[in-house]
């Protein structure tokens, strides 16, 4: 089985497995405490925070250990809005930010900032989104489906030239190198470089206003309450060093074999968009979507080669809404594959899964068939009736009826599926047809698609 979706979880590190089984041996006791069990406690903990500290590159009472990397966003964009509520409570974001970032912004007023087809952020974005009351700016490191890397430094020296903190959420580059830029705040979770699950670091510079929310205690400064899990703490420190040890020589091997998997993939699979950035990205993350796929049936098809990678899809979501990090980029959200190799990953397990991944999206595609579409004719426009029908059904029917028409004719989709407000538009940039736009229908929305060649 090869395990290709470090980009949600890496596997445990040697190093993490190695300090979590020996710190469970010494770092039991309450490193408040001033007997010999705690001092030994304590020295653990202070050596973890130094740790950690030297690799994002900030002074160790600035870093906080915290239960999770969400809980860090949250904390973060808490206690810095909190601290900054003189002067307002407008926050930038970008359209991509992880989720955890999204839903802390719902409680204040926010500005997204839009992205390009890459999935990269403007600096000219966020200067043009800065106001008067903007109390803090936030843009993650680099994209968790997509890898796209964003150009942080610029952006932090526009926001401290305006006198904005900007958090940056560097779970997805941390293990990879330290964030440049004059950042203000930074978040980050362990299990992404190999580290265990259940640590989150938060690192505040000194000088950026900071008010903790939530009940006073007396632990990690007051930004994070609760006993320190300890043994998970100095595990997630030790991990982190020698992630960093290993990233230039790992980074180069990853960068080879997700280039040969953006390379061919579009030239063994048919209809395929490879998505994100083609040279400023993280090492091990690609990708894809397939025209005419169901995401979460490619997934269990690849499942079953033995492959466990990850989508974007809308189907593989319990909410059955696109990836609102897909659909800001306005590329295809249907049929979406994440690959993101784990340090170690080989070159013949890539080989196996470009031997393997034609056959599954050609089973996926064979399996959804491509359904007679109830297509009608109504004042010099076909009408493809696809109301009830979950994408890519709209997509593959709009595909079979779209030579049906004269150049210059105009086929309406009806459908009911959110996806289809971003895949149909994406199948006509695709297909070098032209969007329309659309209109309301009785049940659902008409997409309106004319055909050019």
Same mark, same amino acid.
């Given at each position: ?16 497995? @190695?300090?979590?089984?020996? +710190? ?41 250990? !915290? ?6 966003? %949250? ?14 409570? %407008? ?7 992880? $989720? ?16 390009? #087809? ?15 009351? !903007?109390?803090?700016?936030?843009? @993650? $490191? ?17 926001? #401290? @030239? ?24 930074? !978040?980050? +979770?362990? %299990? ?20 903790? @929310? ?26 982190? #060093? ?27 699979? *048919? ?13 091990? /993350? ?26 974007? $899809? ?7 809404? *696109? ?14 594959? #994440? ?33 007679? *579409? +109830? ?16 994408? *890519? ?55 309106? /698609?004319?055909? /050019?060649?």
């Amino acid at each position: 089985m090869s395990y290709f979706d470090a980009a949600s979880s890496a596997p445990l590190h040697p190093v993490a497995r @190695q300090a979590l089984l020996a +710190s469970l041996d010494e770092g039991w006791a309450d490193p408040s405490r001033l007997y010999r069990e705690g001092r030994r406690a304590r020295l653990l903990l202070d050596a973890a925070r130094e740790a950690a500290a030297e690799a994002v590159g900030c002074r160790a009472d600035e870093l906080t250990f !915290t239960s999770s990397g969400t809980r860090a966003v %949250h904390s973060g964009m808490a206690g810095a809005l909190a601290g900054r509520r003189r002067v307002g409570r %407008h926050l930038i974001v970008s359209a991509v930010e992880h $989720s955890s970032v999204l839903h802390s912004a719902e409680l204040f007023e926010v500005t997204e900032v839009p992205v390009s #087809r890459t999935g990269a952020v403007s600096p000219q974005a966020y200067v043009d989104a800065l106001r008067p009351d !903007t109390a803090l700016a936030c843009l @993650q $490191s680099a994209n968790h489906e997509v890898g796209t890397v964003q150009p942080v430094a610029e952006v932090a020296a526009v926001c #401290r @030239q305006a006198g904005v903190p900007l958090l940056v959420d560097a779970a997805q580059s941390l293990g990879w190198g330290p964030v440049e830029g004059e950042w203000s705040l930074l !978040t980050a +979770s362990a %299990h992404k470089w190999g580290g265990p699950s259940g640590v989150g670091l938060l690192a505040v510079r000194k000088g950026v206003r900071f008010s903790p @929310q939530g009940p006073a205690d007396e632990r990690e400064s007051g930004r994070a309450p609760g006993f320190e899990n300890l043994p998970a703490i100095v595990a997630a420190a030790a991990s982190l #060093r020698a992630a960093r040890a290993e990233a230039a020589q790992e980074a180069v091997r990853l960068r080879e074999l997700t280039a040969r998997i953006r390379a061919r993939v579009p030239r063994l699979v *048919p209809d395929v968009d490879v998505v994100g950035d083609p040279e400023k990205r993280l090492p091990g /993350i690609v990708t894809f979507s397939c025209l005419y796929v169901d995401g979460e049936t490619l997934l269990h098809e690849l499942d079953r080669e033995g492959f466990s990678v990850s989508s974007g $899809s809308s189907c593989t979501s319990s909410t059955l809404t *696109p990836s609102h990090v897909l659909k800001a980029m306005g590329v295809l959200s249907e049929g979406n594959v #994440r690959v993101s190799l784990p340090r170690g990953t080989t070159s013949e397990e890539v080989e196996r899964f470009l031997e393997v991944l034609p056959g599954a999206v050609a089973a996926v595609r064979e399996k959804l068939g491509a359904p007679t *579409p +109830s297509a009608v004719v109504r004042d010099d426009s076909l009408v493809v009736d696809a109301l009830g029908k979950r994408c *890519p059904i709209p997509v593959i029917e709009l595909a079979k009826v779209i030579g049906d028409v004269p150049v210059g004719g105009t086929v309406r989709v009806l459908s009911d599926d959110e996806a289809a407000r971003l895949d149909i538009p994406a199948w006509c940039e695709m297909r070098e047809q032209e969007y329309v736009g659309e209109e309301p229908a009785d049940n659902g929305t008409a997409y309106v /698609i004319r055909r /050019i060649r």
